[in-house]
């Protein structure tokens, strides 16, 4: 399994479970980060634009690429207000389609999509496609979700109920969770049932995430060209710790 599959299922459902989990509270970091660095930005993984939208509001030439087509028809139902600041774009982080080298002063992967990567070749050829990408002394910021591997396993557990659009649907949240340890991979099982009135429809499907350590992911950046900057144990600066909830890692291209 790919670290891409599941994503196109995720798409009608991506907004509401992070309205209830993440929710905003790493968006302001990500604005912050762009209006200090300025554009234009890449943002890899751009999704439904939860993120790549309000950067675009504070900063001129965004672009949001990522491979789901479902994701990106969610994110241009977004893009009404940002006008011509923010273009979206079809392709793989792997290698970025973008002919110009040097193109960006910025690139971000906010929600551990890096992770998604579930090989260290993808892993690689994605850190030398956003090393051409970026201009001389460019930032490359990245997030992280720690240590997937301690998640404990469990199934069919109900995690979120809620209802969704305009409140006509109400949807249920069942996961299970499955660890490949020897692979560093933590499987999450979804099955998402929404209903309508009498109506039941249950839509499953799988994601799979890669944990790194805080060395090994530095140490690829490095070998990468890069200069680690900061490395941070939440959006607001803190100092990193093994135990922390989110590590947060920026980087520059040297030269």
Request: charged share 30%; net charge positive.
């Amino acid at each position: 399994m790919e670290g891409w599959h599941g994503w196109d299922e995720y798409a009608p459902f991506y907004d509401w479970e992070n309205a209830r989990t993440v929710g905003r509270r790493d968006v302001n970091f990500w604005r912050r980060l762009a209006g200090r660095v300025g554009g234009p930005v890449l943002e890899l993984g751009c999704g439904t634009g939860r993120v790549s939208v309000p950067v675009a509001r504070a900063v001129e030439g965004v672009v949001g690429i990522d491979r789901s087509d479902a994701m990106l028809r969610q994110a241009r139902r977004r893009h009404g207000r940002t006008g011509d600041r923010l273009r979206l774009v079809r392709g793989d982080i792997r290698w970025l389609p973008f002919r110009q080298p040097g193109r960006f002063r910025l690139v971000i992967a906010p929600y551990g999509v890096l992770q998604s990567l579930v090989r260290d070749r993808a892993l690689r050829d994605t850190l030398h496609s956003v090393f051409g990408a970026l201009r001389s002394g460019g930032v490359f910021a990245i997030d992280i979700v720690p240590d997937l591997p301690r998640w404990r396993e469990y199934e069919r557990r109900v995690s979120l109920r809620g209802r969704r659009q305009g409140g006509a649907a109400r949807v249920s949240l069942i996961e299970s969770v499955r660890q490949d340890l020897p692979r560093r991979l933590t499987i999450f099982d979804q099955e998402f049932v929404e209903r309508r009135g009498r109506s039941r429809a249950v839509h499953r499907f799988s994601l799979v995430f890669r944990t790194l350590s805080m060395r090994q992911m530095t140490g690829r950046l490095r070998r990468a060209g890069f200069t680690v900057e900061t490395v941070s144990g939440d959006y607001q600066g803190g100092a990193w710790h093994p135990e922390a909830d989110t590590w947060v890692v920026e980087a520059r291209k040297s030269g």
